[in-house]
């Protein structure tokens, strides 16, 4: 029990001095915000109004769906005195089904208003991508994180290389940026 003790201890040794012999300064470090980018890229005005067109094609078909749920409740509300138990328990299921197809309807237009939006998204972000790598290559750099994905305590301006992404992108510096970070 004592040796394996002692060979833990001596091998945390070695892998602490092989660690702190890794030439780290050798690694240079860069940061984007490719959100921030992406908002830019004036491709995104086409992708925004596409998916707002497509969006109020769905919403116009869920409506329909509605507007004839909201007719067979009403005429239930109405006759429903009027019809025997039968006919009342028929037109309840019937309002129930129509209630389980909105909400299945909702469920599934959510779904392809998103794959929507991947598949619109995925070019641009595939040439973001792009961008990034020749710059980071370009500038020699290691590491790239990406300040929109994850949590980045302290960053050197030095070190930001949105502008040359940009540049690569043909962004003007004008632009205006929509996006909230």
């Keep these: 029990m004592k040796n394996n003790v002692l ?24 940061y984007v915000n490719s959100m921030e980018i992406l908002y830019l890229m004036p491709e995104m005005k086409t992708v925004e109004a596409d998916l707002e067109t497509y969006s109020k094609e769905l919403d116009a ?25 039968a ?22 237009f959510e779904e392809e208003l998103m794959e929507k939006q991947q598949k ?9 991508e792009g961008s990034i790598n020749d710059v ?8 790239v994180f990406d300040t929109s994905k994850g949590m980045l305590l302290y ?15 043909k962004i003007p510096e004008t632009t205006d940026n929509k996006n909230p970070k």
């Design 7 to 30: 060979i833990a201890l001596a091998i945390a040794g070695l892998v602490l001095i092989a660690a702190s012999r890794i030439d780290t300064d050798s690694k240079k470090f860069g």
């Design 61 to 85: 078909d869920y409506q329909v769906m509605i507007d004839e749920y909201k007719k067979k409740a009403t005429e239930y509300q109405k006759k429903e005195k009027e019809w025997s138990d």
């Design 87 to 108: 006919v009342r328990t028929v037109k309840q299921e019937e309002l129930i089904e129509m209630e389980q197809r909105l909400q299945k309807t909702q469920q599934a």
């Design 120 to 128: 619109l998204l995925t070019p641009l972000i595939t040439k973001i």
């Design 136 to 143: 980071a290559k370009e500038k020699g750099l290691s590491y």
């Design 155 to 169: 960053a050197d301006k030095a070190d930001d290389i949105s502008k040359e992404v940009k540049v690569k992108l």
